[in-house]
Every structure is written in structure tokens, then in C-alpha cells.
């Protein structure tokens, strides 16, 4: 486990974003629920919505997490510099958390800044792996 022990950030991050996407999955059913929307059919697009808002949310986090994962092993196996493989895997997170909060109150530049803040922090947690390899 010693490969393990300078990423540990890097894993809690990984197991908050999966509790993440299991907290967007549940507020997405409930809206759905309670909005009587029956399930297999496409939700209507409108940004006025709620049911829209969770589902995009939970599609938006749901879009990213596959990179986030490679990147956060790639680096973890390359044996990268932890700090900064951490620091990146917070803002990523941080990123998602925060565009998820302003995307369900409709806060659009503040949504698209949380995304750009998370595709920073997924771009850095590459480069942390890739400069091993230089």
C-alpha cells in the first residue's frame, strides 16, 4: 500500500465523487417522482425546469468522471508528484460540486465557470502523470 499512501487524497476524492453522482442520481429520481415524469421517456429541454437542471447535472458529472478516473490512476501508477495530483483532484471536485449547486439554481456563468474550474483540474491531473514521463 505504499504506492497507495501519498494519492490518499486523490482516493477520498475519487469515493466523494462517486457519492456525488449517487446524491445527483437520487435527486434526479425524486424530481422525477414528484413530477409524475414517466421513466424511459426523454425529459422536455428547457432550462426553466428542474427535472432538466438534475438530469443535465447528473449527465454533466457523469460525462466527466470516466477521465477523471483514468487521469487519477494514470497518475497514481506513474508515480507522479502526489501534491499536485491532489491539488488537481480537489479542483476537479470542487469544479463539480459547485457547477451542480449552480446548475440546479439556474446560475448560468457560475455554472460554466464551475465546469471550466473542473476541466482545469482534470487537464492538471494529466500533466502531473504525463511530466513522469519527460
Same mark, same amino acid.
Given at each position: 500500500?505504499?504506492?497507495? #499512501?501519498? @494519492?490518499?487524497?486523490?482516493? &477520498? =476524492? ?5 457519492? &456525488?453522482?449517487? *446524491?445527483? *442520481?437520487?435527486? =434526479? ?7 409524475? /415524469?414517466? !421513466?424511459? @421517456? !426523454? %425529459? #422536455?429541454?428547457? /432550462? ?8 443535465? %447535472?447528473?449527465?454533466?458529472?457523469? #460525462?466527466? =468522471? ?12 506513474? #508515480? ?16 463539480? =460540486?459547485?457547477?451542480?449547486?449552480? @446548475? ?14 473542473? *476541466? ?11 511530466? %513522469?514521463?519527460?
Amino acid at each position: 500500500m505504499d504506492l497507495i #499512501e501519498p @494519492y490518499k487524497i486523490t482516493i &477520498l =476524492v475519487a469515493g466523494l465523487t462517486g457519492l &456525488l453522482l449517487l *446524491i445527483q *442520481i437520487l435527486i =434526479v429520481d425524486a424530481v422525477a417522482i414528484m413530477k409524475r /415524469h414517466t !421513466p424511459g @421517456y !426523454p %425529459v #422536455e429541454i428547457d /432550462h426553466d425546469s428542474f427535472l432538466f437542471r438534475a438530469t443535465r %447535472v447528473h449527465a454533466n458529472t457523469n #460525462e466527466s =468522471v470516466a477521465a477523471f478516473v483514468l487521469f487519477a490512476l494514470f497518475g497514481i501508477f506513474s #508515480e507522479s508528484n502526489s501534491y499536485y495530483l491532489n491539488i488537481f483532484s480537489m479542483v476537479y471536485f470542487v469544479g463539480r =460540486v459547485s457547477h451542480m449547486i449552480f @446548475y440546479y439554481y439556474n446560475a448560468k456563468v457560475a455554472r460554466s465557470i464551475s465546469f471550466a474550474l473542473s *476541466i482545469i483540474g482534470l487537464v492538471g491531473m494529466f500533466i502531473s502523470g504525463l511530466m %513522469v514521463w519527460f
